[in-house]
Structure formats: structure tokens, C-alpha cells
């Protein structure tokens, strides 16, 4: 068995930076004087999670901000929040730890810099995607049109306002971002485009392709509820058998009999998941 790892895989810049301040709060309250929470689930992850909520991290929702007390810490994870929420937060006067990605940061600036022009805002993404509802509430602050298209048909059967500005999910699809801004350009030649998918996401895709002819089968690592990892398993799927799995648990038993398989995970994936699944593929023992 020969395991090949793509060149880049694993946690991205703003994965590992909201991972950072969640462990940072943790180590310095060991004694438990506060609770500490993440606003949503902090990774699409479910091994980090659990590993982090058995050290006393709670998920809070958005429905639930309002319930939180001044003795808590609430960390915001990667994707950002709403203006309207992180107001909510500072009224409860709990102390807060913004691990927004940089370029979510970005994308809200420019949402709310753009909607305050009166320009319309689409969003290119998730619908329901927590980076996507954050910068949403950027453009909404300025009480403008707003827009979410996941994709080429929705596209088609948008119109679109004469003052528009089209911002991408920072792990959305470079190709259908491509299909949807050509048809919102051919609707409106003058709207405003900020491509903000992250190169990391790029650069994931690049890798994995970079596999194609070299493997017998490819497993995608990472959370089965992420969108840059169920994109990585699309592309692999086409590349050769594939398959998502969150753990070494879920190696399907075709893979041990495989002689070379490639190895690609989604950016919420931490390196010691990453390293169990090589393990157990290169030792040949099939996990129960």
C-alpha cells in the first residue's frame, strides 16, 4: 500500500486561527471561573468538536445569544456573524473573541461599503452557510435589495438592479461562480464583481486534481456537513473511486486492497485526523 497526500490539504488559515482562540480560551480558563462558548458550531468538523466540547466548550446559537451572561466568553467562529447579533453580545457585556477569517471581514466590508451606496448585494454561495448570513446582515443594515444564488439556474431567473455588486462565498465554486457571473454580466454589464473565493480553496482543488492518474482511489477527509470538503469529493469523484469520510473508522474496505490511494482533506480537517488515516491505511488493519 502506498498512500500519496495532495500537496496542500488540511486547515486553512481561518480555520486554524478560529481553532487557535478556541484553545487559547480553554487553557486559560481551567478552572472553569466562565463559560466559554462559539457562536454556531466552530468547524464543520465533528471530531474537533467533540474533542473541544468534552474540554468545556458549548455551542450557542443565534436564537439562544440573548440568554448569555456577562461571566461568558462567546468566541465567533470563522464564518462571522451579523451586525444585529454582535450587538446583541455586547449588550450582555460577555467578552467576546472575533476569529471572523480576514477575508469573511473583508466580504462584510464590502457589503456594507457597497449597500451603503445603495447598490444591491448578491451573495454567490450557500444559502444557508453561516459566512453567507453574516454578510447578508452587512448589505441589510443599509436596508438595500439582497440576494442569494447558489447557483447557474437561480441565476438565470434573477433580475438584476441597475446598481448591483455580486460577492463570492470565500469556499464557493470557482466554476460555478464563473457560470453565475457571466449570466448576472450579460442581465447587467455594469455589476459590480468581487471574486472572494479564498486560494486556499483554489489551491485544495488544484492539489487534488494534481492526483488524477497517479492514485487508484482518493479519500476526501473532513466533515461530511462541510461545503469546501463535499466540493473537494465532487472533484475527486470524477478523478476515480472516491470516498468522504470523517475518521479512520469510515475507510471503506476496498481501499485496503488498492495499491496506491491519494489522500485530500476539507480545511476544517486537523492534521492528527489526517495522520490516523494514512496510519491505518499503510498498516493494512481495517478498523472495527
Not at 502506498?2 to 490539504?9: E, N, Q, T
Not at 471572523?100 to 444557508?128: F, M
Request: aromatic letters at 4%; proline letters at 3%.
Amino acid at each position: 500500500m502506498k498512500v500519496i497526500r495532495a500537496a496542500v490539504l488540511g486547515y486553512c488559515m481561518g480555520v486554524r486561527r478560529a481553532v487557535d482562540a478556541a484553545e487559547k480560551s480553554l487553557r486559560e480558563n481551567e478552572a472553569f471561573e466562565k463559560k466559554i462558548w462559539t457562536l454556531g458550531p466552530l468547524i464543520h468538523n465533528p471530531t474537533v468538536l467533540s474533542n473541544l466540547k468534552d474540554r468545556g466548550l458549548q455551542v450557542l446559537s443565534k436564537e439562544t445569544v440573548s440568554s448569555v451572561d456577562s461571566s461568558s466568553i462567546v468566541i465567533i467562529r470563522a464564518h462571522g456573524t451579523t451586525p444585529s447579533v454582535m450587538r446583541q453580545l455586547e449588550q450582555a457585556s460577555v467578552q467576546i473573541v472575533d476569529a471572523t477569517c480576514p477575508r469573511v471581514h473583508l466580504s462584510q466590508k464590502r457589503a456594507s461599503e457597497w449597500s451603503s451606496k445603495g447598490y444591491a448585494v448578491i451573495i454567490a454561495g450557500d444559502r444557508n452557510h453561516g459566512e453567507v448570513t453574516s454578510i447578508i446582515g452587512f448589505a441589510e443594515e443599509h436596508a438595500v435589495p439582497t440576494f442569494v444564488v447558489q447557483n447557474f439556474d437561480e441565476a438565470c431567473t434573477l433580475s438584476v438592479p441597475e446598481k448591483t455588486v455580486l460577492i463570492a462565498q470565500t469556499t464557493f465554486s470557482p466554476e460555478e461562480f464563473e457560470k453565475i457571473t457571466n449570466v448576472l454580466k450579460s442581465k447587467n454589464a455594469g455589476i459590480v464583481v468581487f471574486n472572494s473565493i479564498c486560494s486556499a480553496t483554489l489551491e485544495r482543488q488544484n492539489a487534488l486534481k494534481d492526483l488524477a492518474g497517479q492514485v487508484d482511489g482518493i479519500l476526501v477527509i473532513g466533515g461530511k456537513n462541510s461545503a469546501n470538503t463535499r466540493r473537494l469529493y465532487e472533484t475527486a469523484v470524477s478523478i476515480c473511486r472516491s470516498a468522504l469520510i470523517e475518521n479512520e473508522m469510515q475507510i471503506p474496505e476496498e481501499f485496503y486492497a488498492m495499491g496506491v490511494v491519494g489522500i485530500t482533506a476539507g480545511a476544517s480537517t486537523p492534521d492528527e485526523v489526517i495522520d490516523r488515516v494514512e496510519r491505518t491505511l499503510i498498516s493494512g488493519i481495517e478498523q472495527k
